[in-house]
């Protein structure tokens, strides 16, 4: 039983397309909910956190739907920049603790 | 600036070995984890340490071990009875009283031959 899963594609993009990514969870007692970037033998790096009611950085977009407990990413007018690797990270909270759970996460290539 | 560091970028041991990677943080942060990645898989948490003196295993716990004498430091040992430790060690830290944000160090590559 996978927690956070993702499609681990690649998705290969032309520059200028919008491309979205879904992530789902199985913990209905998660919390937090972030969108991590991950560069090729690099540590991950804080994209952006994901809250209740949607928000937005740029050209990205992040989504939460609780009732079919997934998050998504939009990425606008794609660039050959974003091309990465996009984890999803979940988080229990019990007790105080702070425990993450990662995605193993999805490629993004974009190609001039 | 603050931040985390990780030393040594890249470590190769043979195997049987016991084996410790350092990480430290200038962050005053309270929570620390320790991370393994293999490729193309996501990240997969070893432990995890809310504050000083305090840890707790992750998923994959078996075959290492960690101490968290003070709140800067968190080293990892890789022992001889981690069947399959080469691999990408993350270690990363957390600020629970606020956005929970973790901040990674740049990890250590362990080759064991």
Same mark, same amino acid.
């Given at each position: ?14 520059? $200028? ?9 199985? &913990?209905? *007692? +998660? =919390? ?6 991950? !560069? ?13 009611? $949607? ?9 939460? &739907?609780? *009732? +079919? =407990? ?6 606008? !007018? ?35 | ?113």
């Amino acid at each position: 039983r996978k927690e956070v899963e993702q499609d681990p594609g690649p998705f290969n993009v032309p520059e $200028g397309a919008t491309v979205a990514f879904n992530c789902t969870y199985s &913990n209905s *007692a +998660s =919390q937090s909910f972030f969108w991590y970037r991950q !560069d090729c033998r690099k540590e991950p790096k804080l994209l952006m956190s994901v809250y209740s009611s $949607g928000n937005e950085d740029g050209r990205f977009t992040a989504q939460l &739907n609780r *009732a +079919s =407990q997934y998050i998504s990413l939009l990425i606008r !007018d794609s660039k050959l920049s974003d091309s990465a690797t996009y984890l999803c990270v979940v988080n229990i909270e019990p007790g105080g603790s702070y425990i993450p759970t990662f995605g193993r996460g999805t490629s993004l290539i974009v190609h001039p | 600036d603050g931040g985390i560091t990780q030393s040594p970028k890249y470590l190769f041991r043979k195997e049987g070995q016991n084996v410790t990677l350092s990480c430290e943080q200038n962050l005053n942060h309270d929570a620390m984890y320790w991370y393994r990645q293999d490729p193309g898989q996501g990240l997969r948490l070893i432990y995890y340490s809310q504050i000083v003196n305090d840890f707790q295993k992750g998923d994959i716990a078996e075959g290492y071990s960690v101490s968290r004498e003070k709140k800067e430091s968190f080293p990892l040992t890789v022992t001889s009875a981690q069947k399959n430790p080469t691999a990408f060690y993350l270690c990363a830290s957390t600020d629970r009283g606020s956005s929970y944000e973790q901040y990674f160090g740049p990890g250590t590559r362990l080759t064991v031959t």
